[in-house]
C-alpha cells in the first residue's frame, strides 16, 4: 500500500496560522534536513502572494531567495500555494515566473463556488511547467453546490492532484468513501486528501482514502495548523512502519517532532472541546480558534456561541438601541489591568468627588467595588462578559447601572444575565474604526462617543508591563493600541490615563492630582 | 444507538497515574457536579487496595469517609477497581465491605494470564452485592493465550461486563471487530471497550465497538489516563450529539473539561512519537511513560530502545565486565547539578592536587572542564548518556577516561559512543538498592563501591535548591534521597557533599577548606 500513494507535508504553510508565517531560520533548516531522511514527497512552505493589508511573515510571501536556499537544502519536491479567492491569471506571471525552477508543485485553495475560475487559474500554471494540485474546501458540502460534480469532468488534464480537504474535521471514514466514489464516477484525476483533526479523525479517514485509492496524503509535524490542527506526520509514519513495513528513520523523525515542541507548548494547538463541537457540526473554525487563542473566552461561552450558531438561533436578538437622553462630559472607562484593582480607593474617592462623570466598565472584572457608588455606570457586555457580570455580582440587588452590547449582529451571540435584562441597550454602530469591532475596548471608546464625552479618563489600560508577556497578551495589546490610534484620528476628544501606561498614546494625568 | 451502550468515565482512576491519585477536593466536587448533568451512567473513583509500599494518594484507597461524601453529591453509578494481581479472595472482607451500599460496581484489572484466579475473586465479589466488571488487558493477544478463549464461558453469570481493553492502544477498528466476534462465540456476556488514544484511535475503536455490541465504554475528561491517555470523554459526547442526537448540557461538559485544564498543563499527558510507537508495535507503555516524563530522555533514545524492542534486538550486547585492578580510596562523583558547574575551577583544582582520586561523571553534562586532567575518570553511561556524551565531547582525542554501564539485560539498551567501545564496561550487579536501579546516581554509587572506596565525596547533588521544582525534578530528587539512604544502610563508606546540598543525609564538606 504504502508504495500506492504520496505524502506531502505542509508544516510550514499550515502551521503559519498560528505564528503568522514568521519560523526561525534555523527551525525551517532543522525541518528541511530531518525531511530529507523521511519518505515524505512534497515539502509546502507556505503561500504565494501579492502584497495583503497588515503584517504576514516569510512564508505567507515566500521571496525566491528564501525558496532557492531551501531549494539548495532539500531533496524533496517543494510546493507553494495560492488562495484562488486573492489571484486572478494577470497575477500569474508576477507570482510565479521568479520561482520556476525552484518549484514543483503550485497548489490552489479553492471555495467550492469558484471551481471555474480556479480551472482557468490552474491552465495558466500548467503552461508555466508546474505540477498543480487542487485544494478544494469543504468536501462535506460539495453535493450542495449545483453545478460542482458536473464540473469536475473539466478537472481532467489541468490539475494533477485534486484533493478532497475536510475543513471542518468533521468527516467520518463511511463519508471519505462515499465522496470518493462520487468524485471518480466524475473525473479521472488523482485524489488526494487533507484531513483535519478535530474528531481524531485525520489518521483513519486518511488510511480509509489510501484505501480506496486516494494517492496523495497531507500531513503536517505534531499536527501543526490551523484550529485543532491535521493528520500528524509522525503518526502517519509511525503507522505505516508498524503497520505495512515502511522503513522510518526514527531519529530523523524524532528531531522533526522536537524541532516543533517549543512552539507547541506557546502555541497549544490541537483539538479540544470548541473544536470538536464546531468539527462535529461543521461550523467554521476560523472563529473557534481566535476565541480560543487571542481572546481567551471561557468554553462554554464559545460552545454557546457554536450551539447557537449549529441551530441556527444565532442567539442574536435585536436589543433596544443605546440613545442616551442626556450627555456625559466626563467619562471614567475602568478596563481590566491591575491598575485598577491596585488604585481601587483612590479610584472611589475619585468617582465619588465627581458624582456627575459617568463609569464605563470596559470589562466587569474590577466592577464590584464600585458597586455602592451614585454615579451613572454602564457595563460593556463583550463576548462571554455577561458571565463574567454574573460570577462578579453575586448579588444583583445592588445593581443600578445599565448594560451595551455591540451592534446587532454578534458573532458571540446575545448573553444578557436575567436580571440586568431590561437595562441593557445595544450600540447603533461602532464606527470611530473598521478593525477589532468585537472587543471591549471598542464598546467603551463608542459608548463614550455615544454619550457625548468631552474628556475621557481611563484606568486599567496597564499595556501588560510584566515581561515577559504572552503572545495572547501581545495580540491584546496591539488591538488596543490600534483602537486608540483609530480613536484619536477620528475624534478630537482626548483620552487620559490616570496611572502610568504602556500605551503610549494616552496622555497621563495622575489619579491622585485630581483629588481634593 | 446512544441508548444501547452505557458510558463510564474513569478520569479519577486513570488520570491518577499522572497525580499519584491525589487530586484537589474542589477539582473532585466540580467534577462531580458537572457529571451530574451528563449521559454518563458510571464514575470510577479509583482503586481500593491493600497498603503498598511507598506513597499513593487518596483515590488509590478510597477510604469509605471519602466515597461516602462522592455519594452523597453524586447522581451517578459509583465504581472502585481492584488489582487481580494484589488482590486474593480473603482480602475481599476488608477491602469492600465498608464501601458496600455505596459503591454500584467493582471492576477487576486483569492480566489474561490469570483470567481463572479473577474469575474466584469475581465470585466473591458478586456474592458481596456489588456489579462487577472485568477489565481484561492486551486485548491484541489474546489469542496467544491457550485457554483464554474457552475459559471465557466461565465468565457468564460472574461478570456484569467484560471489557476488551487496548492496552498498548495499537488497535484499528478492524481488530475491534474481529475481537469482538471471537470473544461472542464463547460467552454471552455483556462486553465493554477501554481504548487508549496512542494513535488517535480511541473514539473510532469506542464506536465501532458499539455498532458491534459492546453496551459499556470508558473515557475519561480531556483523555486523562496512562500515558498516551483515553477516548475523551467530552469529544465522544460531542460526537453523540451531533452525530447521533443525544441532548448534552454543553456548559457542564465545558465545566468538567475547564477544570481539569491546570493539571493537562501540568503534566502534558496525551500522544506523542515515544507513544505512537509503542502503540502501534504493541510495546508495554509503562516504561514509556517514565522516560518521557521523569527522565526527560530524548525522544531519539527513547525510540530507539522502542525499535530495538520491537525487533528483540533489544540492542543489548554483553560488555566485557567491570573488574577494576586496583583499588581507589578516594572518589569524587560529579552530577548534573548547577553547583558543579558554578564551582568548576576549584573543583578542578582540587583533583589536581589530589591526583590519585577516581572521577566518576554521573552525568556528562559538567564533565568536558575535565577534559584536561590525569586523574582516573569513569563516565556512567545511562539511557541517553551516550548520545549527550557525544554531543559534550565533539573531540574525543582527548578521551582517556572509561565508561560503565548498568548490567546485563538493559531497558534502554546499548548505546556506546563509537570512539570509546574499547574503553566501556558493564557493573556485574547493582545490588546496594532494590528500587531505581535504572538511574544515574545508582550506577556511579555502584561503581563507587566496586573500585573499593572508602571515602567518596560528591558535588552537583544541589537537590533542587530553586522553588518552584518541578513535579519531575521532585521524582528525581526523591529517588536521589531514597539512593543516597540506600547506600547508608548498606555500606560504612561515608558520602560528603562539597557544596551546601539540599539533600540532608550527605555530610557536608566544604570544598574550600580541602584546597591547599
Known amino acids: 500500500m504504502v508504495d500506492m500513494f504520496k505524502i506531502l507535508d505542509c508544516t510550514i504553510r499550515d502551521g503559519g496560522y498560528y505564528t503568522n508565517w514568521d519560523f526561525n531560520k534555523a527551525l525551517v533548516d532543522q525541518y528541511i534536513e530531518s525531511m530529507n531522511?523521511?519518505?515524505?514527497?512534497?515539502?509546502?512552505?507556505?503561500y504565494r502572494s501579492k502584497p495583503l493589508q497588515?503584517?504576514?511573515?516569510?512564508?505567507?510571501?515566500?521571496?525566491?531567495?528564501?525558496?532557492?536556499?531551501l531549494k539548495s537544502k532539500s531533496n524533496k519536491k517543494l510546493v507553494v500555494i495560492l488562495n484562488e479567492k486573492d489571484v486572478r491569471v494577470e497575477h500569474l506571471d508576477e507570482l510565479l515566473t521568479p520561482i520556476k525552477g525552484i518549484i514543483d508543485m503550485v497548489r490552489i485553495a479553492i471555495d467550492p463556488e469558484h471551481l471555474g475560475r480556479a480551472i482557468s487559474l490552474a491552465e495558466g500554471i500548467k503552461k508555466m511547467g508546474f505540477e498543480v494540485g487542487f485544494n478544494v474546501m469543504?468536501?462535506?458540502?460539495?453535493?450542495?453546490?449545483?453545478?460542482?460534480?458536473?464540473?469536475?469532468?473539466f478537472v481532467d488534464g489541468v490539475a494533477d492532484y485534486f484533493y478532497m480537504v475536510d475543513s471542518y474535521g468533521g468527516v467520518f471514514p463511511k463519508d471519505v468513501i462515499e465522496t470518493i466514489g462520487l468524485v471518480k464516477s466524475n473525473t479521472a484525476v488523482k485524489l488526494g486528501f487533507h484531513g483535519h483533526n478535530n474528531l481524531e479523525l485525520a489518521l483513519i479517514n486518511s488510511l480509509t482514502a489510501v484505501e480506496h485509492g486516494v494517492e496523495i496524503i497531507d500531513s503536517t509535524v505534531w499536527g501543526m495548523g490551523r484550529g485543532a490542527g491535521n493528520l500528524k506526520t509522525e503518526l502517519l509514519l509511525a503507522v505505516l512502519n508498524s503497520k505495512y513495513g515502511l522503513s522510518i528513520d526514527f531519529n530523523a523523525l524524532g528531531d522533526a517532532v522536537s524541532a516543533f515542541d517549543d512552539l507547541l507548548r506557546k502555541y497549544e494547538w490541537g483539538t479540544n472541546l470548541p473544536y470538536m463541537i464546531s468539527g462535529?457540526?461543521?461550523?467554521?473554525?476560523?472563529?473557534?480558534?481566535?476565541?480560543?487563542?487571542?481572546?481567551?473566552?471561557?468554553?462554554?461561552?464559545?460552545?454557546?456561541?457554536?450551539?447557537?450558531?449549529?441551530?441556527?438561533?444565532?442567539?442574536?436578538?435585536?436589543?433596544?438601541?443605546?440613545?442616551?437622553?442626556?450627555?456625559?462630559?466626563?467619562?471614567?472607562?475602568?478596563?481590566g489591568g491591575k491598575s485598577a484593582s491596585e488604585h481601587a480607593s483612590a479610584v472611589l474617592e475619585f468617582v465619588k468627588q465627581n458624582e456627575d462623570m459617568t463609569i464605563i466598565h470596559a470589562s466587569s472584572k474590577n466592577a464590584y467595588s464600585y458597586k455602592d457608588i451614585k454615579n451613572e455606570q454602564i457595563f460593556c457586555l463583550i463576548g462571554n462578559e455577561g458571565r463574567r457580570m454574573e460570577k462578579v455580582f453575586d448579588d444583583?440587588?445592588?445593581?443600578?447601572?445599565?448594560?451595551?452590547?455591540?451592534?446587532?449582529?454578534r458573532k458571540m451571540g446575545t448573553y444578557v444575565p436575567e436580571l440586568v435584562y431590561g437595562r441593557t441597550f445595544e450600540l447603533p454602530a461602532?464606527?470611530?474604526?473598521?478593525?477589532?469591532?468585537?472587543?471591549?475596548?471598542?464598546?467603551?471608546?463608542?459608548?463614550?462617543?455615544?454619550?457625548?464625552?468631552?474628556k475621557i479618563y481611563v484606568i486599567g489600560y496597564d499595556g501588560y508591563q510584566d515581561v515577559p508577556i504572552s503572545s495572547k497578551e501581545r495580540t491584546l495589546t496591539n488591538e488596543n493600541e490600534a483602537l486608540f490610534a483609530a480613536f484619536h484620528d477620528t475624534s478630537d476628544v482626548e483620552l487620559y490615563t490616570l496611572i502610568s501606561s504602556n500605551y503610549s498614546i494616552l496622555k497621563e494625568q495622575s489619579l491622585y492630582s485630581l483629588l481634593d
Open 430 to 454: 461602532i464606527d470611530f474604526t473598521s478593525d477589532f469591532k468585537d472587543s471591549h475596548t471598542a464598546l467603551a471608546l463608542q459608548t463614550a462617543l455615544t454619550l457625548g464625552a468631552e
Open 54 to 69: 497588515g503584517y504576514l511573515g516569510k512564508y505567507f510571501y515566500n521571496p525566491s531567495y528564501e525558496l532557492l536556499d
Open 396 to 409: 444583583f440587588g445592588h445593581f443600578n447601572g445599565i448594560c451595551v452590547l455591540p451592534p446587532y449582529p
Open 37 to 46: 531522511k523521511l519518505p515524505v514527497d512534497y515539502l509546502e512552505i507556505g
Open 138 to 153: 469543504y468536501m462535506s458540502k460539495w453535493n450542495q453546490y449545483s453545478n460542482f460534480m458536473g464540473d469536475l469532468k
Open 280 to 335: 462535529s457540526n461543521s461550523l467554521p473554525q476560523k472563529d473557534v480558534m481566535d476565541w480560543v487563542t487571542t481572546r481567551f473566552y471561557s468554553f462554554n461561552s464559545i460552545i454557546r456561541a457554536l450551539q447557537n450558531q449549529k441551530e441556527k438561533v444565532k442567539d442574536n436578538e435585536r436589543l433596544p438601541l443605546f440613545e442616551p437622553q442626556s450627555k456625559s462630559k466626563q467619562i471614567l472607562i475602568i478596563a
